[in-house]
């Protein structure tokens, strides 16, 4: 039996054992890892200060894998085939392959060694920083490119004043250019980071207490700082190797040839440790790919590694920075503005033809439409491609590269689509493993999907195949009120969490009653069935309505008093409300008598509904403002409060044009106009944030009203399940939803209006249709068996003079 | 058959609540010496018994998640994540390796009573 062993547990070790097995490796697998936990997304490293677990980073080891943690390798008996642990353990190997990694690089500044200077790569590095952080004001990073960045940001969520050294003239110098690189500094700066460019560490100096008190800047500059992150770069990890025989390259890596095979033929070596036709990779694409490669050379493929696309994008401190393909060319065409902080320019030939490369900063669609052109003719001017900002619509070619994370061409997606029958995104991703890493090109493989002629799927679920808008019109036009009678006469089995909850949403937008009526209770989300939101502890919180975020002092004592007497965790919102968590179930109808009888009602926030209409103090109090903000948002709050719809709906009013609302952020917001209003739709913050566009201009009161009466149950009634109004409208197009909304194109405008007629008329606190019926309390009980008994696992511990959840140990049970 | 009717009758049955105190297609929680037992009364009235942690979350939430059928089968569908679970056997269909514990259960008299797992 083949002995297969890997030095080294990161990433990239983790995707050639998945690989391996995955395949049917028919070997014995054992991994030796340094660190003292099994591998961990280390592309995520940042969200474990921001509240991610361990567990949550943790990459899930495949069956039947050994895993040696905490096992240093320190040689390699090439001769008698064994590495040889610190401990002195020896593992027999047939195949080797070294996956080690790399280590952060600090610069050999006097004062390195003082308590209080770290580096970024391991959980254990974030805890070291962490705990420095509780005693620190400030911290400075040494080094601003790409790891530079997400080190500052951590620093800065630690709520430190926060520096950044770097030594070339601009921040980001291997993505961005020198005009790209002054629009990223104003955004970190923005963020209130001091940014010191031309600029290394002459001297880290310590205080009386021998630690870290400040870094001396070369021109004697003295920044003051408690702690001190090296980021200056990355080594690969090749000692090993090196002291095993093997070649290595003049500045480090271990050299491999295509199939990622050492000069050992019986050792290979891949990731950020290996140096492949000159070039040493750290990005996670690249080494993916490498792991891949090995992985089927080891089962006597013949996969070769090609120089790796470098291709960049990502987020840091929350602006989108991206480069592809050459950062310089004979012609380049700028888009520049830094009132909104974008730049974007395009390398082209000298005869304007041929896309060589873009480099883009605050705003990276290029990136996603112009990427695949890259070396080919453009599908447009240049001018033209940045400035509309539009969707690139013309057809990719076969051979362009639509995931770089694990390497797939749009030609390797066709060809699965055919050879597999498939009709979804999740089929793509299971066979191809294209959009599993970073879901950057989920959207373009939809394209492909559509573009490829294979009719998608529309069925909601195995349980109907329909459409969740052709079963809004199957149940609008029938007249059904029932799950039961629904699912009899138009599907099959007994429903599941797809469509259950979304037909009890199609029953209430159509008006059926309380949703814990009778059969509705049944069908709904846990949020929905409890009316309220649930936290990952298992306890919820409650939103009382506040329309347009006015709310009188009174009003305020009561949230406070409710939430001391309870031991409520109190937050403000977003949406300029007050949230109140963990409160268990039996707590609940409690709770809201109280709120009921203070005079405030459910805000729907556990719902697929109109959640807020946010607003500016408006044109009572603001020296600027033109209208009454506050006064329409209340209005609006009041008349669409309670209509449920297939995904949750925001909204917000401003009272002139400088949007201290953020309206254009809201599935339907209004701005102030000296003549009245201007209405935007399709605006949504979340995971891709979309601008509103502007939908109508100047309305007076009423006219502007019954247009949102008519976009919004036009939605209701044809969007997609969970889509907000931002993918209906691109789906729809803009131009349709006028011509139906305005120019009542479908003649359905009455109808629409007289639906939201309905829903105004019929509406009824649920919060206190609840605590009045003692049939719909009856679920508000902890255990069946024992309703007094708070649930046991619930426990909570102070922070910041609050409560929060004592988290629950994971150990999911694995047979 | 005979062997299986024998160890139903030498366990220890808990009564934990009336027939009508279970909703059809959904859950409660019951405690019985310490655990957690989510319940179901499934739509043909059937009944079922699963342990209430949630193994993907951690949270004790199962009994409050959404009841209904994959390929025919009785399910309920976790309110952390939306992993689904068999009522039958305990097992993540979504992920195999996975499985929650699942109770002996039945009504005696209008009374519902769970067994030791």
């Known amino acids: ?174 993505q961005v250019d020198e005009g790209g690189g002054a629009v990223l500094r104003g955004h970190v700066e923005a963020l209130g980071l001091s940014v010191h460019t031309e600029a290394g560490a002459r001297e880290i100096v310590a205080g009386p207490d021998g630690r870290v008190a400040g870094l001396v800047k070369p021109d004697g500059e003295t920044v003051e700082a408690q702690i001190v992150v090296f980021s200056a770069g990355v080594r690969p990890r090749d000692e090993l190797a090196r002291r095993a025989g093997l070649e290595v390259g003049g500045r480090g890596g271990i050299a491999v040839d295509d199939g990622m095979r050492t000069g050992d033929p019986a050792i290979y070596a891949i990731g950020e440790c290996a140096l492949h036709d000159g070039m040493v990779y750290g990005l996670v694409g690249p080494c993916f790919t490498m792991a891949e490669v090995a992985a089927d050379r080891i089962l006597g493929g013949e996969a070769v590694f090609t120089r790796a696309d470098l291709s960049t994008k990502l987020k840091l401190l929350g602006v989108e920075v991206a480069q592809f393909g050459a950062m310089e060319g004979a012609l380049d065409v700028t888009f520049m503005d830094p009132v909104g902080g974008v730049y974007q320019r395009l390398f082209v030939s000298d005869d304007a033809r041929t896309l060589l490369g873009g480099i883009c900063v605050g705003d990276a669609t290029p990136y996603n439409t112009l990427k695949p052109f890259v070396g080919r003719d453009l599908p447009g001017s240049p001018g033209e491609l940045l400035f509309t900002g539009g969707p690139v619509n013309a057809e990719l070619p076969d051979d362009a590269q639509i995931c770089s994370c694990n390497n797939v061409t749009k030609g390797q997606v066709c060809a699965a689509i055919a050879e597999h029958g498939l009709t979804d995104v999740p089929g793509i991703k299971a066979c191809t493993r294209a959009g599993t890493t970073c879901g950057s090109c989920v959207p373009t493989l939809k394209q492909v999907l559509v573009s490829s002629g294979v009719e998608v799927s529309k069925a909601l679920c195995e349980h109907f195949a329909y459409s969740r808008a052709e079963l809004f019109d199957i149940v609008r036009v029938r007249g059904i009120t029932t799950f039961s009678h629904l699912i009899a006469e138009h599907g099959t089995g007994r429903g599941c969490d797809v469509c259950k909850p979304v037909v009890a949403s199609i029953l209430a937008s159509l008006g059926n009653g309380h949703i814990l009526d009778g059969e509705q209770a049944a069908l709904q989300d846990t949020n929905d069935h409890f009316l309220a939101n649930i936290q990952r502890n298992g306890t919820y919180s409650v939103v009382p309505r506040i329309p347009g975020g006015e709310i009188t002092p009174d009003s305020l004592i009561v949230i406070g008093e409710v939430a001391r007497d309870f031991g409520l965790y109190t937050k403000i919102t977003g949406g300029q409300r007050i949230d109140l968590f963990g409160a268990r179930v039996e707590q609940l109808p409690l709770i809201w008598r109280r709120l009921v009888d203070a005079g405030f009602e459910s805000g729907h926030a556990y719902g697929k509904a109109l959640r807020t209409v946010k607003s500016c103090v408006g044109s009572t109090w603001c020296r600027y403002g033109v209208q009454d903000a506050v006064g329409l948002a209340i209005a609006l709050e009041l008349r669409y409060r309670g209509l449920r719809s297939p995904h949750k709906l925001k909204s917000a009013v401003s009272g002139c044009a400088r949007e201290c609302a953020e309206a254009r952020g809201k599935d339907f917001g209004v701005i102030a106009t000296e003549k009245g209003w201007n209405l935007y739709v399709g605006g949504n913050g979340g995971f891709t944030p979309r601008h509103a566009d502007l939908f109508a201009s100047d309305l007076g009161t009423e006219e502007l009203v019954r247009v949102i009466d008519r976009f919004l149950m036009f939605y209701v009634r044809t969007a997609d399940r969970l889509q907000r109004t931002s993918a209906w409208l691109e789906a729809q197009g803009l131009a349709y939803v006028r011509e139906v909304v305005l120019d009542d194109s479908l003649g359905i405008c009455a109808d629409l209006e007289a639906q939201m007629e309905r829903h105004v008329a019929g509406y009824a606190d649920e919060w206190r249709a609840t605590i009045e019926d003692p049939e719909k309390l009856r679920r508000f009980v902890s255990f069946v068996n024992a309703p007094g008994t708070p649930d046991p696992s619930i426990a909570f511990e102070p922070e910041r003079d609050q409560v929060k959840p004592v988290l629950i140990p994971l150990e999911v049970v694995r047979s | 058959m005979t062997a299986l009717r024998e160890d139903l009758e030498t366990i220890a049955w808990t009564a934990v609540c009336s027939y009508t105190d279970l909703l059809p297609e959904r859950g409660a929680c019951a405690l019985v010496g310490g655990r957690q037992i989510a319940l179901f009364r499934a739509f043909d009235g059937s009944l079922f018994a699963i342990g209430n942690r949630d193994p993907f979350s951690g949270a004790h939430v199962l009994s409050r998640g959404i009841v209904g059928t994959r390929a025919g089968e009785p399910v309920v569908a976790s309110p952390m994540h939306k992993q689904v679970f068999s009522l039958a056997t305990g097992v993540c269909l979504d992920d195999p390796a996975v499985a929650v514990p699942t109770y002996p259960i039945r009504v005696t008299g209008g009374t519902v009573e769970v067994g030791p797992g």
């Open chain 1, 1 to 174: 039996m083949s002995r297969l062993v890997v030095v080294g547990h990161g990433p990239t070790s983790h995707r050639l054992v998945e690989s391996l097995v995955a395949k049917g490796f028919a070997g014995v697998i054992t991994v030796l890892g340094e660190e003292p936990r099994p591998a961990y997304d280390r592309v995520a490293l940042t969200s474990y200060l921001t509240g991610r677990s361990v567990e949550d980073l943790t990459y899930p080891t495949p069956d039947g894998v050994v895993l040696r943690l905490s096992s240093r390798v320190v040689d390699i008996d090439r001769r008698a085939r064994e590495v040889v642990t610190a401990d002195g353990h020896r593992e027999p190997y047939d195949v080797l392959v070294l996956a080690t990694g790399s280590s952060p690089f600090v610069p050999p500044v006097p004062g390195r060694e003082l308590d209080g200077c770290f580096v970024y790569r391991t959980i254990d590095d974030l805890d070291a920083i962490r705990e420095a952080a509780s005693g620190a004001t400030s911290g400075v990073v040494i080094g601003g490119g790409l790891l530079g960045l997400e080190a500052a940001d951590a620093l800065r969520g630690l709520g430190l004043a926060t520096h950044v050294v770097e030594m070339g003239g601009w921040l980001m110098p291997r």
